[in-house]
């Protein structure tokens, strides 16, 4: 099990910037990816951007070239850089961990959520 403490959200004006963090502690695997998704009022929660232990990352075509991902490996810490904020980024942001094994597979972790509100 990996436990984890998101923070940084927040309300924010259009073209604005924030910062997200989540760090994670327990029982972490040397072959892992963290990383963030999303869910507005009434949507399916959606990949926002991923990071894995080897530094590969995946956006989302709607936040390229806006956000930012990065990860303190030391600290098990990851960070989503938002910039250039819009009103459709509105949404709880949840950070997700997961670990891969070599027996069991993969394994998902996530946080509690923390709410970025983009007024316009």
């Known amino acids: 099990q990996v436990q984890l403490v998101e923070s940084g959200g927040g309300l924010v004006q259009a073209g604005g910037s924030l910062r997200l963090s989540c760090a994670a502690s327990g029982s972490i695997s040397s072959v892992n990816s963290m990383g963030w998704y999303r869910q507005a009022p009434g949507k399916q929660r959606e990949l926002v951007a991923t990071?894995?232990?080897?530094?590969?990352?995946n956006y989302a075509d709607s936040v390229k070239g806006r956000f930012t991902i990065s990860r303190d490996n030391a600290k098990n810490t990851v960070y989503l850089q938002m910039n250039s904020l819009k009103p459709e980024d509105t949404a709880v942001y949840y950070c997700n961990f997961r670990n891969t094994w070599a027996v069991v597979g993969t394994e998902d972790s996530w946080g509690q959520g923390t709410q970025v509100t983009v007024s316009s």
């Open positions: 990071m894995t232990s080897r530094s590969s990352t």
